[in-house]
């Protein structure tokens, strides 16, 4: 059974730290760039960071710039989130999505699997 599954949600205080995981199953991770992606109440889906299949590049969106790392563990087939300085503005659930020899820069409708979330909460 091919799925991704996120994990390291929490409520953390402004300023604290989490990781989040996600990990597969039924399929490698090796040929695929992952995303992370997050919906705060309210609000529509948004990228925050994804790593390519092809080089191991990242991309951050400004909000997290500086504040999050993204990494991949072939080994493990798991890609971590490390989000460090946390703001009530990074409060939401986040999900990660899986794209076939993508660049990192694929639109959320190329991705061709998701997770099902992990909710993060910073409180203020």
């Known amino acids: 059974q091919v799925q991704l599954v996120e994990s390291g949600g929490g409520l953390v205080q402004t300023g604290g730290s989490l990781r989040l995981s996600c990990a597969a199953s039924?399929?490698?991770?090796?040929?695929?760039?992952i995303g992370w992606f997050r919906q705060a109440p309210g609000k529509e889906r948004e990228g925050v960071s994804s790593?390519?299949?092809?080089?191991?590049?990242?991309h951050y969106a400004d909000s997290v710039k500086g504040r999050f790392t993204i990494s991949r563990d072939n080994a493990e087939n798991t890609v971590y989130l490390q989000m460090n300085s946390l703001k009530p503005e990074d409060t939401g659930v986040y999900y990660c999505?899986?794209?076939?020899w993508g660049l990192g820069f694929e639109e959320q409708y190329e991705y061709d699997y998701w997770g099902q979330g992990t909710q993060v909460t910073v409180s203020s």
């Open positions: 999505a899986a794209a076939l």
């Open positions: 039924g399929f490698t991770l090796d040929y695929y760039a």
């Open positions: 790593i390519s299949s092809r080089d191991g590049s990242t």
